[in-house]
């Protein structure tokens, strides 16, 4: 990966040692977001274990149709985050912008989706600690699911909107024509957190939307 025209940070010999030292950057910290997802979804797991009946009921309360649309969003954005990135190894600008503004407006439309949920929670008093009501045998175990579901799916909400602002610099850099066929470790390390994005989502859609449902 190194090519004496491009340009890399001054701390670096070459862009080989750049893309190194940037990928191990990445790994780790993809691994420190892999532990605090981990804590969360240990919580969920033992909440579920000690009320799987409640968080059966309470799984009945998401609209498993929105949850449904918004993963296969997602998971096209995935699919045209590698293809942006497979641009920018053939060192093709244009086809790096317009994969990246289509994966741009593919996540868009899932916080907009995202959003439609928590929309439709409200309106059902739904929400914890705000406006929650619940008539049942397992109140407090509905409330627990809930608070669950708005904090994992909002911290993977304000990482998928991290990513379209890293996206969004990045295709302006690609319009500068920063990255060449030698060089393109920014968009190969952002499609690398898109993924890490994608992947906690294939795990929260099937524990808030399909809990009953299996």
Not at 37 to 45: E, M, P, S
Not at 147 to 154: I, K, R
């Amino acid at each position: 990966m190194s090519d004496k025209h491009t340009a890399v940070a001054e701390q670096f010999d070459d862009p080989e040692q750049e893309y190194h030292a940037a990928t191990l950057g990445m790994w780790i910290f993809l691994g420190t977001e892999i532990l605090f997802f981990g804590v969360l979804f240990a919580g969920y797991a033992v909440s579920r274990f000690n009320y799987p009946e409640a968080f059966a009921e309470a799984s009945r309360h998401t609209d498993v149709i929105l949850g449904t649309i918004s993963t296969g969003v997602l998971l096209t954005s995935g699919l045209t985050m590698a293809l942006a990135v497979r641009s920018a190894k053939l060192g093709r600008d244009k086809a790096i912008i317009g994969f990246l503004v289509l994966t741009i407006l593919l996540a868009i439309a899932f916080l907009f989706i995202e959003g439609t949920e928590y929309y439709q929670a409200y309106g059902e008093q739904l929400i914890p600690a705000f406006n929650f009501m619940y008539e049942g045998a397992h109140e407090k175990p509905v409330e627990l699911f809930f608070f669950l579901y708005f904090l994992m799916t909002g911290m993977h909400a304000v990482h998928v909107t991290i990513g379209i602002l890293i996206m969004a610099a990045i295709a302006i850099m690609a319009g500068r024509r920063r990255f060449t066929s030698y060089y393109y470790t920014p968009v190969e390390l952002t499609g690398l957190y898109w993924a890490f994005v994608d992947i906690v989502w294939i795990f929260l859609y099937p524990l808030f939307y399909l809990v009953a449902r299996t």
